[in-house]
């Protein structure tokens, strides 16, 4: 691993812990020369007791997993180089990759791509078998799903009569016309209550728990689920593949969330839907400092201090539920650069204001945003960024190339377009593991509930 800029890591870590960084720093930068190994020159390291999960998970495993949670979108697909990025996510400590594997839109594609995921897949598990793979299922269906065939074993779940048939996208949408065309011409948002989106989204789900993922996000489920009364229907669905998971998931469970702008969805009084909750970190612009973004309580709908409690799917009760918050991406405003609301970030969505950034900036303000979450919400844990797309593209300062993909790899002949936060990531994890080894260190919680509730 090269740090270019170790400078920047040691800003992420005095923003963490003051001067004591320099420690952790000197030790990651004395593991961090040399070359890198090949990814299966590794030796496969030993099952740890503390990420260890079977049919159920608990609630300090399951913090344990989102405190190491990094965004790897398109990692099972190949985007990238899949050696490096192997390396990166075994060497900083990544033990959740958020998005590996999805379809927005060009749904057609997917048969062709779950050989290679579950290559990949197999790669990374011969490395950690306890690193947690998720894939997503969105908020998003095109007419592309038209080519995909319906396997008889979607109808047999379903207690139909295998046909011969593909998806049918009309059938899939909101009957009424709601949200159709949402995204673009053909581009429509799935309708929950109907049996073919059901079936629709058991099928994705079953794909991408045999390629090898344990984790599923189910995208934006106030919109998916607009009519949804009770959420039974979601409910309906969701039980279905957990029932698949405990059949067929290599820990005989997957792990479910969505983003929930209401703080999270109940089924009954108060069975959760999810295991977990996600969403966008909503950052603030500071209007006397152009450009500089800051984490408030109660700004928009950001979700600090409103994640939901009840029953998990696992059985324990929370009075609220542990959740991730993230560098999102949405598009493009077309007004980088000014202030103008509306949940942009001075012009950007989240991932094209960040990568925006000088990597001063960007490794400090994550050192900064891990902080404020744990600080602000005990229940909230940052989920890094690592692979994500760029709907406002960054100028490269060599070529003046338009670089339309943001990776926290350092830069290397592999990864040229490294964005160098890979070295910081990992530090702010090992002062954070240094924190919780202290003998004043909070307790944690426990599955009946938590610290301070």
Not at 160 to 180: C, S
Not at 195 to 216: H, R
Not at 311 to 340: F, M, Q
Not at 388 to 417: E, H, M, Q
Request: hydrophobic share 35%.
């Amino acid at each position: 691993m090269s740090l270019r800029n170790p400078s920047a890591v040691l800003c992420a870590l005095c923003v963490l812990c003051g001067r004591s960084g320099v420690v952790v720093l000197s030790a990651l930068l004395a593991s961090a020369s040399g070359a890198a190994e090949r990814p299966e020159a590794v030796r496969a390291r030993k099952l740890d007791p503390d990420y260890g999960f079977d049919g159920r998970i608990s609630r300090p495993v399951l913090e344990k997993y989102l405190s190491r949670s990094i965004t790897m979108m398109d990692l099972l697909t190949g985007r990238g180089s899949v050696d490096d990025n192997i390396r990166m996510l075994t060497g900083t400590g990544v033990k959740f990759a958020g998005r590996t594997l999805y379809r927005w839109g060009n749904e057609g594609r997917l048969s062709g791509l779950l050989p290679k995921a579950k290559r990949i897949a197999r790669r990374i598990h011969a490395i950690d078998p306890q690193m947690i793979l998720q894939a997503g299922v969105f908020e998003c269906v095109t007419t592309d799903a038209g080519r995909l065939t319906v396997p008889g074993w979607v109808f047999e779940e379903f207690g139909l009569a295998p046909e011969k048939r593909t998806f049918r996208y009309e059938k899939i949408i909101f009957p009424d016309g709601r949200w159709r065309n949402r995204w673009m011409n053909g581009w429509s948002v799935p309708d929950i209550r109907q049996l073919e989106t059901k079936m629709w989204f058991f099928y994705l789900a079953a794909e991408y728990i045999k390629a090898g993922c344990e984790a599923i996000h189910f995208g934006q489920v106030a919109l998916i689920g607009a009519r949804d009364q009770g959420m039974k229907h979601w409910w309906d669905m969701l039980s279905r593949v957990r029932r698949y998971a405990a059949a067929h998931a290599r820990r005989r469970m997957v792990i479910l969330d969505a983003h929930v702008p209401t703080g999270g969805r109940h089924h009954g009084r108060d069975k959760l839907l999810f295991d977990f909750h996600s969403f966008p970190l909503r950052i603030d612009e500071v209007p006397d400092r152009p450009g500089e973004g800051v984490l408030r309580v109660g700004y928009l709908d950001s979700i600090y201090g409103r994640s939901k409690g009840g029953v998990t799917p696992s059985g324990w009760r929370c009075e609220h539920l542990p959740y991730l918050v993230e560098l999102d991406n949405w598009g493009a405003s077309g007004k980088g650069g000014r202030n103008i609301g509306g949940g942009w970030t001075w012009g950007y969505d989240e991932i094209c204001w960040f990568a925006h950034q000088s990597e001063e900036y960007r490794n400090r303000w994550l050192g900064y945003a891990w902080k404020w979450v744990r600080e602000h919400d005990p229940n909230g844990f940052l989920q890094m960024p690592g692979s994500r797309c760029l709907a406002s593209p960054v100028a490269d300062d060599a070529t003046g190339r338009k670089i339309r993909w943001y990776f926290a790899n350092s830069p290397s002949p592999a990864v040229p377009n490294g964005f160098n936060q890979e070295g910081t990531i990992k530090a702010i994890w090992a002062e954070d593991t240094r924190a919780r080894r202290r003998p004043d260190a909070p307790t944690g919680r426990n599955s009946s509930g938590t610290v301070g509730e």
